[in-house]
């Protein structure tokens, strides 16, 4: 993933154990699932609704501990936050605090019992966690850095990690592992796997092309007039679109 944020940069005022524990639990979720691993042991939203609770415990007792830790009864500890001093938002009382308890429960109380259907009810389960994680992380940083919601939901978007067994990194190199694929369809996994804006010439070098020149044009150019990437031609810059990362989810295949 290529991005110019830190974490420290996102919560300063939280403690580093917590800071942590919160963005290597979001790391997991968003990882397992793009990895296909549904499975309730293995997106688990556990770890972040302990270490959000213990953030939000935190600030409104005027003091965080240095590590997160799991209440006896997430439910009713989540609960008696809303019965807590009004003074504080209705997001730190009682959306957050709500969504915790949505999240727990989903994880906790579903991994067994489903029933026959048309879609993988583990796949189902692992959606709605992704989102409501998300939402949750998004939710803090905008809080707790005085973002608006858009510019969070940005930064938390920016931050999913978007690895895939197709693309093998080495060197500083990136490599599609799958020899049958366009090259239109590899520079939208390269640009889909990192996100942020991505040098052309990083994406000559990777795909191998042998004419530069008509691979801007034949490639790069169109994927822009399709609204798949922005290209911006006179920084030499690429950034994958939503439109494209659509496509990258609906039209290729991802694994080996």
């Known amino acids: 993933m290529r991005s110019n944020l830190d974490r420290s ?28 691993r549904w499975e309730p042991s293995e997106l688990n939203g556990g770890k972040l609704c302990e270490v959000i609770y213990t953030i939000l415990r935190g600030h409104i007792d005027g003091s965080y501990p240095p590590t997160p830790s799991k209440p006896s009864n997430m439910v009713d ?22 969504m915790l308890i949505a999240l727990y429960e989903v994880r906790n109380n579903r991994g067994v019992g489903h029933s026959g259907g048309d879609v993988d009810p583990n796949h189902m389960d692992a959606t709605v966690v ?9 939710e803090v940083i905008r809080l707790f ?23 093998w990194q080495i ?15 590899k520079t939208l996994l390269h640009l889909y796997q990192l996100q942020g804006g991505v040098p ?41 679109s939503p439109k494209g990362i659509q496509y990258v989810e609906k039209s290729i295949d991802l694994d080996l």
């Open 9 to 36: 940069s996102l919560l300063p005022s939280i403690p580093i154990g917590l800071r942590d524990s919160l963005f290597d639990s979001f790391e997991e979720i968003t990882r397992n699932f793009r990895e296909s």
């Open 77 to 98: 500890a989540c609960r008696a936050l809303e019965k807590g001093n009004a003074t504080f938002s209705r997001s730190i009382r009682i959306q957050i605090p709500r």
């Open 130 to 138: 992704l989102y409501i994680s998300k939402w949750l992380l998004s």
């Open 145 to 167: 850095h005085g973002l608006n919601i858009k510019t969070a939901t940005d930064i938390v978007d920016s931050l999913v990690d978007r690895t895939i067994p197709v693309i």
């Open 171 to 185: 060197d500083n190199k990136h490599r599609i592992l799958k020899t049958d694929l366009t090259m239109r369809e």
């Open 200 to 240: 052309e010439s990083d994406l000559v070098s990777w795909v191998e092309h042998s004419n530069a020149s008509a691979y801007r044009r034949d490639v790069l150019r169109k994927l822009h007039a399709d609204r798949l990437v922005e290209y911006n031609e006179e920084k030499h810059v690429l950034t994958i």
